[in-house]
């Protein structure tokens, strides 16, 4: 370790970095080792993602949903405000942008999921989406003056950032168009590229049946393959097309490009993890959460607040010769909103599905509580 002082790197500063950094920095006082902690980030702005519906929908402000990220990391982090360009893994550099150098003894990658609309040659800006804050600015505008016709909700391509997400906006547009009186006027369709609306068949069998006694019709085996943007038709790899007045496309995602440009990632940039150590595989000292990762659970703000806990254990018992590593069971939860005032929950692991009930008003509130919350103690690390 480089001068007798631990430096950890940490790519990211969304949830999963910043539960790492706080976490981590109490663990590393205790081992009474100088260490310096330092996060890389290209914004520092901290966005609530779950937010999202509710700005489509403009029952919530952006402001309010975009923090400063500095001021929710431990006031001893070294905060690099600049994008990453390579990570040089057998030196153990960190490269940014502007040539700075920054040496790590361990690293660990929360850069996320990037939104790619690029990767596709149909996409234009006639097309919405609800992924980014100002993507859902632009959504609640469109919905607001839209009257009569007929909306789509469609997957670009799988994976994509917290998997409710596209179901939940179906079923509160059309409880939307229900309070303005007009969901006579409006068809709602939404596309899944499965065999049914919702992945975790558990979860489909409560979900399924609210969304066809709403009236929201579910196209199954809907690959997208193309959009014709002019003519208002979406193209399905199995052969079918679809008339559309307003089309909600969730955007494709993929890794962010410096991690396959270092070798770390393939080419879609999803970075090869442990599921249980969350170590990346073939590389020293190197840990992964959150949406960059290949494990196969949600891509969720949830997924990396569990992990997070884990890296910083491992990281700590490293440090101190402590090889009984901390395992992740793969636990996620989350709320999934069925219509304005009820929601699901959803609690689950890699060995127990999850069993959601009943949609209710409990989880409503507790997830209008739970914005605020996550603010003040779940990123700072507290829970």
Known sequence: MSNNTVNVVILGAGTGGTIVANKLNKKLKKTKKPFQLTVID????????????FTMFKK?????????????????????????????????????????????????????AKLSPEKVDWWDDSLYHYYSPEAADRLSEKIENFREGKIIIAIGEIPYKCPPAPIEGALLLDDYFKKKGIRDK????????????????????????IMNEKGIEVETFFNVDDVDTEEKVLYSL???????????????????????????AGKSGWVPTDRETLRVQDQENMYALGDTTDIPTSKAGSTAHYEAPIIAENIYKDIIGDTNLTKYDGHVQCFFLTEFGKSLFIDFNFEHPPKPGKPSRF?????????????RAVAKGLV
């Open 363 to 375: 989880w409503w509130w507790f997830k209008l509580f739970f914005k605020p919350f996550y603010f």
């Open 238 to 264: 199995e052969g079918s097309d679809l008339d559309y007045d307003l089309l909600i496309m969730i955007p494709p995602h993929t890794g962010q490009p410096f991690l396959h440009e270092s070798g770390i």
């Open 42 to 53: 290209p914004s520092f702005k901290h966005v609530y993602q779950p937010g999202f519906l």
């Open 186 to 209: 409006v068809e709602i369709q939404y596309c899944s590229p499965l065999d049914r609306a919702f992945s975790i068949k558990t979860v489909n069998e409560v979900i399924e049946p």
């Open 60 to 112: 919530d402000k952006t402001h309010s949903i975009v923090k400063d990220g500095k001021k929710l990391l431990p006031k001893n982090t070294n905060m690099i405000e600049e994008k990453v360009k390579k990570v040089e893994t057998k030196d153990k550099v960190v490269i940014t942008e502007s040539g700075t150098k920054v040496p790590y003894d361990y690293l660990v990658i929360a850069t996320g």
